[in-house]
């Protein structure tokens, strides 16, 4: 662990050496206690910042054949720059924590209508239900735009699941969208690379919480591609991809392979590493200087894609 601080950008030691009980430590034992600490922990970064000042509401559209509603919530900022594209927001939380009700889904709304989707998380679902829901947002989103100007975004198990619906997606001969933003995405439950072993303090995003997740989350019968998007042995068809990661987070080795795997198969992919950047470094410490870079480049690699 001496390792990872001493590699630890100094603008995220604060936040790696707060108090516990952390949610990574309560996962494993306690969903629900999780669940409440991270929506805690949401709710306090809300106060911190400005009221949104744009449009949200909240409603319902229609599942997959045999599948219940989906709820989401759309952000539309004041002036959106691309009125008649969307960005398809799938928040993080090891796909057993929080919700629709995101900042970072809010961030982006000037430069589009955002759909923050409440998919359907485990325990109480497994995959391939929430990929099922991104889904029929997609096939409904299209209905009355053009598919070529939706983008599926989302960062941790968020990022994770925008991949795996793009193939879900595919495989259903559903839309051909335009674009998919996968920060630090969760998209490997095996975590056999040499940074799914790195020993992170228990303040972050761990492997043993991580494994835990996947255990409660994949298909009982193993993971499939469309739980965990690096199992898929084909990712041709896939549309333009943006990953980003820090290389103090887990995921990292994964999400490099991924990229390297998807370049190969002829999808054209955009990959930023931040050094001294653990797990959700962008979201949990907006102001470190590192993460306006990560957030300026998020930004623009969105903009390019809907304009």
């Known amino acids: 662990m001496s390792d990872f601080l001493d590699r630890l950008d100094p603008a995220f030691r604060e936040m790696m050496s707060a108090d516990g009980p952390h949610v990574s430590e309560l996962l494993r034992t306690d969903v629900a206690g999780a669940r409440a600490a991270s929506a805690q922990r949401s709710a306090r970064m809300a106060a911190a910042q400005p009221e949104f000042e744009g449009q949200k509401d909240a409603y319902h559209m229609p599942g997959l054949p045999g599948e219940p509603e989906v709820s989401v919530i759309e952000y539309r900022g004041r002036d959106v720059l691309y009125p008649d594209c969307a960005i398809i927001w799938l928040h993080g939380g090891g796909y057993l924590l929080g919700s629709a009700e995101d900042l970072a889904a809010q961030r982006y709304s000037a430069l589009a209508p955002v759909v923050s989707v409440d998919y359907r998380m485990a325990p109480e679902h497994r995959s391939p239900a929430a990929a099922h829901d991104v889904c029929a947002v997609i096939e409904r989103l299209a209905t009355n735009r053009d598919p070529r100007k939706i983008i ?62 996947w255990s409660l989350y994949a298909e009982q019968d193993g993971a499939s591609p469309y739980a965990a998007a690096a199992r898929a042995s084909d990712l041709t068809g896939l549309p333009p991809t943006y990953i980003m990661c820090g290389d103090l987070d887990l995921f990292l080795d994964e999400d490099i392979i991924f990229a390297n795997r998807l370049r190969s198969s002829g999808v054209p992919v955009e990959l930023s590493i931040y050094p001294g950047a653990p797990h959700g470094f962008n979201g949990f410490v907006p102001q470190a200087a590192v993460s306006k870079r990560a957030n300026a480049s998020i930004r623009m690699a969105l903009e390019h894609a809907l304009s």
């Open 152 to 213: 599926l975004a989302g960062p941790s198990a968020g990022g994770g699941l925008a991949a795996s619906a793009a193939l879900l997606n595919r495989d259903r001969g559903g839309p051909a969208i335009a674009y998919q933003m996968l920060i630090y995405p969760m998209i490997d439950d095996r975590h056999d690379t040499p940074s799914g072993h790195m020993d992170i303090p228990s303040s972050g995003w761990t492997r043993d919480a991580s494994l835990h997740a």
